[in-house]
């Protein structure tokens, strides 16, 4: 789950964990939706170059675009019966945010699906958040920018 005030984004330890009863016939469809393709592509090819393997049919992860009714979350990795792993990334957040916020956000939310990595909130010498899978809470400031992309990504697949 990812919340945000603005453009300090403060993300909280959570998931939607829903236990449905009805048992479907049909071969589950984990769908993608168009806009976030790009960013779970390039998702996928970061993990690659860092020899993580990420299939997400396998994984049975969606991603869906939606308006979060939640106050301030934009973001968060839920579990259902039919969606088992759905990346679910707010639409007016979405809307607003630029290329980095996007890519920030969705691959936070995969950290959780995909990588089933939980949050860390250590910070460095300037306070500034070691992992892209803070918990933004307050404990380390985000600082996630064209400089520091790489050494965040290498921590997001090899911690
Ligand atoms: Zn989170």
Known sequence: ????????AILLTAS??????????????YLIDVPLQEYFDRFA?????????????????????RVISTPNVIGQCGHTE???????????YWDDADELEREF?????????????GHIDDSDIQGNCVS???SGTGLCNINYTTATRE????????F
């Open 1 to 8: 789950m990812i919340k945000s005030r603005n453009l300090v």
């Open 16 to 29: 939607l964990l829903i236990n449905g009863s009805c048992v479907k016939d049909e071969e589950p469809q």
């Open 45 to 65: 090819s970061e993990a690659a170059l860092r020899n993580v393997v990420i299939d997400y049919k396998e994984m049975m992860i969606s991603g869906d675009i």
């Open 82 to 92: 039919e969606e088992p792993n759905v990346v679910i990334v707010d639409k007016f």
């Open 105 to 117: 956000l969705v691959f936070h939310e995969l950290g959780h699906c995909a990588l089933k990595r």
């Open 132 to 134: 892209m899978m803070t």
């Open 151 to 158: 050494d965040l990504l290498d921590e997001l697949f090899t």
